[in-house]
T-cell receptor, first 114, second 115 residues
Framework: AQKVTQAQTEISVVEKEDVTLDCVYE???????LFWYKQPPSGELVFLIR??????QNEISGRYSWNFQKSTSSFNFTITASQVVDSAVYFC???????????FGKGTRLSVIA | DGGITQSPKYLFRKEGQNVTLSCEQN?????MYWYRQDPGQGLRLIYY???????QKGDIAEGYSVSREKKESFPLTVTSAQKNPTAFYLC??????????????FGSGTRLTVV
């Protein structure tokens, strides 16, 4: 069975601090896709990144970076120099190859305090 | 702009009533999905449809029904059999043509409350 675990339910940081959101997944497939989504208070989920299982390169996009490690089945997300606008619920998700539905973790609520 | 439109944004249901949540997409994708979100529970899959006139149950389909008569539309009915329907409901379809790896784009959601 595939499963996504986000052990951190809530995180609170002061603005400009760095913060890492953890994501651990379980799957027996060799081909799969990992995602991060942001859900601001408005409610709509916003796509942040997709990573294929055969591409372990880490990725950086501005203040956001992602660390994918197949050896530990983790796909962690770091926000550098956090800002109040980063306050949201962040979801990690997993999908097999083929047209199967995404499986989501329970989310991590990040609060950035000015 | 292509996207997912959900309506209404807020919906109130009396005990014993059926209510229908609308989801429309103009992305021209075959697949559509319904998720339910409860505080601390993440997103749980209710139903999904890979093609017109076909749909599959997700993890929590009991008390819900769907139809897929048109490619653009995937309405969700919350029946009186759903014992705890108060939640935030999200509809989704694929982000791009390479549906197998692009993840989803979501609507803005419908917040359903039982009164």
């Amino acid at each position: 069975a595939q499963k996504v675990t986000q052990a951190q339910t809530e995180i609170s940081v002061v603005e400009k601090e760095d913060v890492t959101l953890d994501c651990v997944y379980e799957t027996r497939d060799t081909t799969y896709y990992l995602f991060w989504y942001k859900q601001p208070p408005s409610g709509e989920l916003v796509f942040l990144i997709r990573r294929n299982s055969f591409d372990e390169q880490n990725e950086i996009s501005g203040r956001y970076s992602w660390n994918f490690q197949k050896s530990t089945s983790s796909f962690n997300f770091t926000i550098t120099a956090s800002q109040v606008v980063d306050s949201a619920v962040y979801f990690c998700a997993l999908r097999f190859s083929g047209n199967t539905p995404l499986v989501f973790g329970k989310g991590t609520r990040l609060s950035v305090i000015a | 702009d292509g996207g997912i439109t959900q309506s209404p944004k807020y919906l109130f249901r009396k005990e014993g009533q059926n209510v229908t949540l609308s989801c429309e997409q103009n992305l021209n994708h075959d697949a559509m999905y319904w998720y339910r979100q409860d505080p601390g529970q993440g997103l749980r899959l209710i139903y999904y449809s890979q093609i017109v006139n076909d749909f599959q149950k997700g993890d929590i389909a009991e008390g819900y029904s769907v139809s897929r008569e048109k490619k653009e539309s995937f309405p969700l009915t919350v029946t009186s059999a759903q014992k705890n329907p108060t939640a935030f409901y999200l509809c989704a379809s694929h982000r791009g043509d390479r549906a197998w790896d692009y993840g989803y784009t979501f609507g803005s959601g419908t917040r359903l409350t039982v009164v």
